[in-house]
Nanobody, 122 residues
Framework: VQLVESGGGLVHRGDSLRLSCATSGLAMRYYHMGWFRQAPGKEREGVSCISDADHETITTIDADSVKGRFTISRDDAKNTVYLHMSSLKLEDTGVYYC?????????????WGQGTQVTVSS
């Protein structure tokens, strides 16, 4: 299983950025997908998550700090999940990680990518 993030970089405050997470080796449609981030000296925190595509309704949850600015989406045909980030703030700086999670009959499957750096400058 591989999760490969891309799209990070150095941007200015107020800019937009789109992160991608390409997955392989798993049936992504059965996984809840999420984006997490870790700022220097801080613990990893959840940013946005999206439910699996195996049900009629797909739901998303965003951290309060990014509501209205970030949007998570998934394209199961491409085995890719995205994080659209707009109105970026200095405090959005950090390493962004993609996560795939599934619980199947009590067995948990949890995978992480290697992360992509997002730096927001003034």
């Amino acid at each position: 299983v591989q999760l490969v993030e891309s799209g990070g970089g150095l941007v200015h405050r107020g800019d937009s950025l789109r992160l991608s997470c390409a997955t392989s080796g798993l049936a992504m449609r059965y996984y809840h997908m999420g984006w997490f981030r870790q700022a220097p000296g801080k613990e990893r925190e959840g940013v946005s998550c999206i439910s699996d595509a195996d049900h009629e309704t797909i739901t998303t949850i965003d951290a309060d700090s990014v509501k209205g600015r970030f949007t998570i989406s998934r394209d199961d045909a491409k085995n890719t999940v995205y994080l659209h980030m707009s109105s970026l703030k200095l405090e959005d700086t950090g390493v962004y990680y993609c996560n795939a999670h599934m619980t199947n009959y009590g067995d948990e499957h949890d995978y992480w990518g290697q992360g992509t750096q997002v730096t927001v400058s003034s």
